[in-house]
Each structure stands twice: as C-alpha cells, then as structure tokens.
C-alpha cells in the first residue's frame, strides 16, 4: 500500500537557519503530495501542495518539489523563525483523497 | 464560516465506557474523514466516508464505528472504550477530489 517516510525529529534550529525535512514515498499511480503543519495544541493546516511531477509547491516562505524519479517531496525554508516551530507531516493522497501521513517531524526553531 | 468542528475538545474515559466524538463542517464537501493520532507514527485513518449514505474502513477502524448522519455530519463512536484508544482524534472533509481541510482535534483519555 501507499506509505510516506519522512526525516524524524526532533530538529532543533537556530533562527534564520536553512532547514530541510526529508520525506519519500511509496505509492502506485501517481498521488497528489502534501505538506502539513501542526502549531501547538492545534489541529493540522495545510502548508503545501503538488499534485503532479516536477510540480513546486510554496507558502509561507516554504517550498517542495514533487520528483517522481526519486519519489521525494522534501521540505526547505531558507531561513526560519521562532514562529516555525511546529510538527510538520508529509502525506500523500490517493484516487479518493484518502491522506497517509508520515510520522511527523518535530521542528523547535531558538531564538 | 467555521470550516470542520468538533466536539468534545477533550474526555476522559473509563474503560468499557461509550461515547460518540462529533464532527460538522459547513463547507459543502462530499467526503468525510476520522483519523487518529499517536506518537511517532502520524495519522491513521480509521473510517471515510466519500458521500452522503457511504462508510469505509480505514487502516484502524476496530473498535469504531461510524455514522454519516447527512452532507455535514460525521460522527465516530467507541462502543467499549480500550486504554489503546487514548489518542488525539482529527475529523476532516473534503470536496470529491480535494484537499482535506482539518477540524481542531478531540483529546481522548481512556483509563
């Protein structure tokens, strides 16, 4: 079945520190990929899209690149601040949208 | 527009206990999710719905059930509730081929 392996954390940052989260996936078909954020004591936000290869996804200063000859979607923000500390999960979706998630990767940014 | 709500925000539970985690949204989206989250592993799903009059199993869904009450309302019941099943329950929707939107979560604590 589909499945998304990402980067444990957790990773801890300085700010304006370049930071990558790495997620792979495993699916058949070609699935839409996600990134999504989860702040403290909130629920999940939806950070980033692609929906198809080579497709960038951005927001907030973040960015991935769906690459299907590596099956990656890995996470960048160039430089982060304290206000990007948060658990970010990677997840694919398939035909009917049904998400699978990796297992979150823990962010602290310090100031 | 209050996008996906739950209710409750948090339960404690005694085991073999009943209880029925609610779930509404406002966005007219055909397809309704339950997910579960626990450390280190992301989320799971346990039950979608894809429309009106439908239910799915997930990855997880013993010891759940599931009604989808109308377009709007989703609701997830534990029948005999289990210290296994403390987690954070996520409800979502979504349109027929979109992105899931996230409620705010419902903490769950079974002793």
């Known amino acids: 079945g589909d499945s998304v392996t990402q980067m444990e954390g957790p990773v801890t940052l300085s700010e304006e520190a370049f930071l990558t989260i790495n997620c792979t996936y495993t699916a058949t078909g070609y699935p839409s990929l996600f990134w999504y954020v989860q702040y403290p004591g909130e629920g999940l936000q939806l950070l980033l899209k692609?929906?198809?290869?080579?497709d960038k996804g951005s927001n907030k200063g973040f960015e991935a690149t769906y690459r299907k000859e590596t099956t990656s979607f890995h996470l960048e923000k160039g430089s982060v601040q304290v206000s990007d500390s948060a658990v970010y999960f990677c997840?694919?979706?398939?035909?009917?949208?049904?998400?699978?998630f990796g297992a979150g990767t823990t962010v602290t940014v310090r100031a | 527009n209050a996008g996906v709500t739950q209710t409750p925000k948090f339960q404690v539970l005694k085991t073999g206990q009943s209880m029925t985690l609610q779930c509404a949204q406002d966005m007219n989206h055909n397809s309704m999710y339950w997910y579960r989250q626990d450390p280190g592993m992301g989320l799971r799903l346990i039950y979608y719905s894809a429309s009106e009059g439908t239910t799915d199993k997930g990855e997880v869904p013993n010891g759940y059930n599931v009604s989808r009450l109308n377009k709007r309302e989703f609701s997830l019941r534990l029948e005999s509730a289990a210290p296994s099943q403390t987690s954070v329950y996520f409800c979502?929707?979504?349109?027929?081929?979109?992105?899931?939107?996230f409620g705010p979560g419902t903490r769950l604590l079974v002793l």
């Open positions: 692609a929906t198809k290869a080579d």
């Open positions: 997840a694919l979706s398939d035909r009917d949208y049904k998400l699978s």
């Open positions: 979502a929707s979504s349109e027929a081929v979109g992105v899931p939107y």
